[in-house]
């Protein structure tokens, strides 16, 4: 037994439970000697059984038997081996029952249960073996719900045996202790299933390993010798299927022989030899002539019923006569000779392969090994030194590749409807890329998605497959790989080290087993110095759950401790690029695992509580930054996780349901907007401070889907009692700028912003104060802020959130329009695409939004008015589909107007009859409206309608304080009144607009204005 198994372990194992039905009566019946004896040969039955199949036997309770497979180390069959043992003891009873039944008129029987899972395993030498977890208790209910003579299996042990068994479904079983019925199988036979009769799904890639194969056959056919190829690859990756598909491009006069080593039994030296030749049968009789008598014997020795070679023989014997019916064969035509599963062979059977390579000659023979890296561990020489000899590593699948086999799978499957009916692209896209490459991961990953759905745990086939391959390690490299899945798929030597803490030689004690593992291909080298990968995610994932918790948690904490103090003194920058790493959200995350682990194996810690907060903490900043970098949906996760481990009660609920409710509404998920506020009150109960602000924040978002109208006075008296509180009167100005915004008071809207942004100071909130500098910033655009300030409030957050392209776009937007208006359109274009690119790659909606909107505004400055009215026609509806009906309506209007400069008063004309029939609009919309109306009017000649029309829009104008909406719209009054030949009220109309436009310092439109005095102005001395 490994020395490993000295210290708990978190394993996967198959447990069995067997036990006699009707001993009471047995005991009635027999007298108690004969009574023991019957026992006796009972539970040394069952135990043969046991031990035969690689189990263990752990206790004996009563007249059961409790028997565990996958311990000392597990093997991809535990489950079919812990079948098996129940089927031989169960055959066991029925002979010993049978014998008794004459002459003491009892019935023996015995029924079975078996589950697999996860469970501790405690091996003390002196105290024996002891396995603990609900895997146990399962297996037990399953045996007590098992009916006479009948094994019955749970899912998971089901499941893993699926392909050599028959079973059947029984109903769901509710099992006392056991919250959820368990499903459960009941054994029907022992028979395989064979999955390989027809390969559903075409073989996908693997030309050039088929080249290689056929070239190594012709050289053989060719040169008349023997050679040996032998393809090498892990477990699923498809060596078999590569065989299978090679034999099928063989000329039919070619012989085969094939045969795979079991992975254990007695005198299984030359169990795939005797295989081999079952498929010589029809032509056994000509060969057979050619045999001499001893070799005959021999063979047929191998092939007859029983576990292996007639007992008499001489192993050498038997491979001489081996050698010489290959001869014989090769003699004949050429013959290709298949090995499979090769890792599991005896000595004496490579012996033989080598033996009879180097022997033959003048025939030809081709042998084609096929085995799992670890053959090179029992034989690091296979092959060397033979000149015909050469290895075929067979690599993983690309992507492509394994997307091919995906859609494949799908396929095959299609007659399914509900397969189908399931097929998003996402599920597969989770199947392409956590197979790692390797088809038989994804075969069965794709069966428990169809089975169970996208989020199913990986199948416990492929965590049985890995963990066998695990077990293998030894202690060093278990240690190692143990503390590198705890730091994650990607590891450096320098943090396994930090995991050795005090311990001087850490070097020296990675360093060898890191080697090995290496050359085991578990791990490979990451793409930057002393960095490595687990070669396999799924691996990574199997290491992690195997290894006991108590030491994950310790070592999570160790990293994040680690990690922090690394970022305190600088020697690492948590952002650090150039490792290839995103090292965000590290601390946090070994924190929260640190936390969840304790919570779940020491609940009563004393440091549990601190340690709680502290994850909470990590995870909110790490959520907020997420934020500040509209990293929408991962700011949502982080915050929401951070919001389920900060206790309740704690005050920082408050900031945080804000700060939900803005990465939600910026993802434009509505119900989470509000369900955050709802939490962080239900979460703070009684906290008036909390229910202010969320009051305040339900009005902000009332406006932002448009659902109602704010009641700021009484919100207002309510805050004069929480003079101190800056974090609801800092959202209360912004709410007070977005209703005076939505009057057009600009320049108040802004002075409210300020008011915030003061605030967003006090409470030291970056995210909050770059956000309203971000908003003052766009109001630039709209306030009577003179464009040249503009453009330097622009630059200075330009060089402020440098290199952060989120926040950076509504700065771009705002620098591009003002630049328009200094008439510098090809700058303003220029800057547009920048930001546009920036919203597009990083999937900002609503900044979209706004690069549309200002890139109509620069195109009508430029005079494209076509190109204009269909970008505002789709600014608007982006604006709708993001659930912004009021700015939509804005941008409707500004459509139409294009469409007017274009001429084109009969499209026009009819979007305002559709837009009228919207109902009320705020301010901006009615006054373009009117204004619009007016225009249409007059070009229709009706100028006194028209007239009225202007001159009513002129007054509601002095309601707004956006100089270039009156600038515009009065230059459309303008020429209302000149239409109608009132050419007085004309010009005063064009120069006042000339006055907004310059107080503005719009000198692109200041400068139209002049020349529209200069061709229709009536000389006022002005
Ligand atoms: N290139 C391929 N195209 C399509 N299917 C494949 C391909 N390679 C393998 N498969 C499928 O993946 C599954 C696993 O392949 P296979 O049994 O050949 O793996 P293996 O390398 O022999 O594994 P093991 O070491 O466990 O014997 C099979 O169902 C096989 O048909
Ligand atoms: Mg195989």
């Given at each position: 037994m490994?020395?490993?198994?000295?210290?708990?372990?978190?394993?996967?194992?198959?447990v069995l439970f067997v036990d006699l039905v009707g001993s009471t009566e047995l005991a009635e019946r027999l007298d108690p000697e004969l009574l023991r004896q019957v026992l006796d040969r009972y539970y040394s039955a069952c135990t043969a059984g046991v031990l035969e199949h690689g189990g263990v036997v752990e206790k004996y309770i009563g007249d059961a038997i409790m028997a565990v497979f996958g311990v000392p180390v597990s093997r991809e069959d535990d489950a079919l081996r812990a079948i098996r043992a129940a089927h031989s003891a169960l055959a066991a009873v029925h002979t010993l029952g049978a014998e008794l039944a004459p002459t003491h008129g009892i019935h023996l029987d015995a029924h079975c249960g078996i589950a697999s899972g996860e469970a501790m395993v405690v091996d003390m030498p002196g105290s024996g073996l002891r396995v603990i977890g609900d895997t146990v208790n399962t297996a037990a209910r399953l045996q007590g719900a098992?009916?006479?003579?009948?094994?019955?299996?749970?899912?998971?042990a089901a499941r893993l045996a699926r392909s050599h068994i028959r079973v059947e479904e029984v109903p769901p079983l509710s099992l006392k202790g056991k919250a959820k019925p368990v499903r459960a199988w009941r054994l029907l036979s022992l028979e395989a299933t064979d999955q390989h009769q027809d390969d559903d799904v075409p073989l996908i890639g693997r030309s050039d390993e088929l080249a290689q194969l056929a070239h190594a056959y012709q050289r053989v056919v060719r040169d008349r010798q023997c050679g040996l190829v032998t393809l090498l690859g892990e477990p699923g990756i498809g060596k078999s299927r590569l065989v299978r598909e090679f034999l099928r491009t063989l000329p039919e006069h070619a012989t085969v022989l094939a045969g795979q080593c079991p992975s254990y039994g007695a005198g299984a030296t030359f169990r795939p030899i005797a295989e081999a030749l079952q498929s010589l049968r029809g032509s056994w009789t000509g060969v057979a002539a050619q045999l001499d008598a001893m070799s005959l014997r021999a063979l047929q020795g191998l092939t007859a019923p029983g576990d292996g070679p007639s007992t008499e023989l001489h192993v050498e014997e038997t491979a001489r006569s081996i050698r010489s019916l290959i001869e014989v064969l090769g003699q004949q035509s050429p013959t290709v000779v298949v090995l499979d599963n090769l890792h599991w062979a005896e000595p004496t059977l490579l012996e033989l392969i080598e033996d009879t390579t180097a022997w033959l000659a003048d025939v030809s023979v081709l042998f084609i090994c096929v085995a799992r890296p670890e053959l090179l561990d029992i034989r690091?020489?296979?092959?060397?030194?033979?000149?015909c000899a050469f290895t075929v590593e067979v690599p993983r699948l690309g992507q492509e590749q394994m997307t091919c086999l995906v859609a494949e799978l799908a396929a095959s499957r299609s007659a399914d409807a509900e397969v189908v009916a399931q097929s998003a692209d996402t599920a597969y896209l989770s199947v392409v890329r956590g197979s790692d490459g390797n088809p038989l991961f994804?075969?069965?990953?794709?069966e428990v998605m169809v089975e169970e759905g996208a989020d199913a745990p990986p199948p416990p086939t492929i965590q049985a497959l890995l963990a066998a391959r695990l077990d293998r390690l030894g202690d060093a490299e278990r240690e190692v790989l143990e503390r590198a899945a705890t730091i994650g798929q990607t590891f450096t030597t320098e943090e396994l080290a930090v995991l050795w803490?005090?311990?001087?030689?850490?070097?020296?004690?990675?360093?060898?087993?890191?080697?090995?593992?290496?050359r085991q291909r578990l791990i490979r080298r990451g793409s930057y110095p002393s960095s490595f990968q687990f070669a396999q995610t799924l691996a990574r994932e199997t290491v992690y759950?195997?290894?006991?918790?108590?030491?994950?948690?310790?070592?999570?904490?160790?990293l994040a401790d680690w990690l922090a103090g690394q970022a305190h003194t600088g020697q690492r920058d948590p952002d650090e690029i150039e490792t290839g790493q995103p090292r965000h959200g590290e601390i946090a995350h070994h924190l929260e695992a640190a936390c969840r682990i304790t919570h779940e194996i020491h609940p009563g810690d004393p440091d549990l509580p601190s340690l709680t907060v502290r994850a909470a903490r990590a995870l909110i900043s790490d959520g907020g930054q997420a934020l500040y970098r509209k990293d929408l949906s991962a700011a949502i996760a982080l915050l929401e996780r951070g919001r389920e481990l900060l206790p309740r009660g704690d005050s920082g609920h408050r900031r945080l349901a804000l700060h939900i409710c803005d990465a939600a509404f910026a993802h434009s998920d509505r119900d989470r907007t509000y369900a955050a506020l709802d939490i962080a009150e239900e979460l703070l109960p009684g906290d008036r401070r909390c229910a202010l602000t969320c009051a305040i924040q339900r009005d902000i978002l009332a406006i932002r889907f448009g659902t109602g109208r704010p009641a700021l006075a009484s919100l207002r008296n309510v805050l004069a009692e929480y003079p101190d509180d800056d974090l609801s009167w800092c959202r209360f100005h912004q709410l007070d700028a977005m209703v005076l915004l939505a009057q057009d008071q600009i320049g108040a809207a802004a002075i409210a912003l300020r008011e915030a942004l003061g605030r967003s100071r006090s409470l030291g909130d970056r995210y909050e104060e770059d956000r309203l500098l971000g908003g003052l910033c766009e109001l630039a655009q709209w306030s009577p802020m003179p464009v040249r300030e503009g453009l330097e409030l622009c630059a200075s957050l330009l060089a402020r959130f440098a290199g952060d392209r989120a926040i950076l776009v509504p700065v771009l937007v705002t620098q591009a329009r003002l630049l328009g208006l200094t008439g510098d359109i090809p700058g303003a274009r220029e800057v547009l695409d920048t930001a546009e690119r920036y919203a597009t790659d990083l999937h900002l909606g609503l900044a979209s939004i706004a690069v549309t909107q200002v890139r109509g505004l620069v195109e009508s400055l430029a005079g494209q008015h076509a190109v204009a009215a269909t970008l505002f026609e789709r600014a608007a509806a982006m604006s709708r589909s993001a659930g912004q009906p009021a700015p939509a309506r804005a941008l409707d209007c500004y459509a139409l107007r294009e469409l007017l400069r274009h001429g084109d008063v009969r499209a026009a004309a009819d979007g305002l009859e559709r837009l009228d029939a919207d109902g009320r609009s705020?301010?901006?919309?009615?006054?373009?409206?009117?204004?619009?109306?007016?225009?249409?009017?007059?070009a229709s000649g009706h100028h006194i309608e028209a007239v009225a029309l202007a001159t009513r829009t002129a007054e509601r104008l002095r309601s707004t304080d956006d100089l270039c909406l009156r600038g515009d719209v009065l230059?459309?009054?303008a020429n209302v009144y000149h239409a109608a030949g009132r050419t007085v009220d004309a010009t005063d109309a064009a120069i006042e607009a000339k006055r907004c436009y310059t107080a503005k310092g719009a000198d692109l439109l200041s400068g139209r204005a002049r020349a529209w005095l200069a061709t229709f102005g009536e000389e006022t001395g002005e």
């Open positions: 490994n020395a490993r198994s000295a210290r708990p372990a978190r394993r996967n194992v198959v098992a009916k006479s003579g009948e094994i019955l299996l749970g899912d998971d690091p020489n296979w092959g060397g030194g033979m000149s994804a075969e069965l990953m794709f803490s005090g311990d001087d030689v850490a070097d020296l004690a990675i360093d060898v087993p890191m080697r090995q593992l290496l759950t195997m290894t006991r918790k108590e030491l994950r948690g310790a070592w999570h904490l160790q705020p301010l901006r919309g009615e006054l373009l409206t009117t204004v619009l109306r007016a225009l249409v009017t007059s230059i459309d009054v």
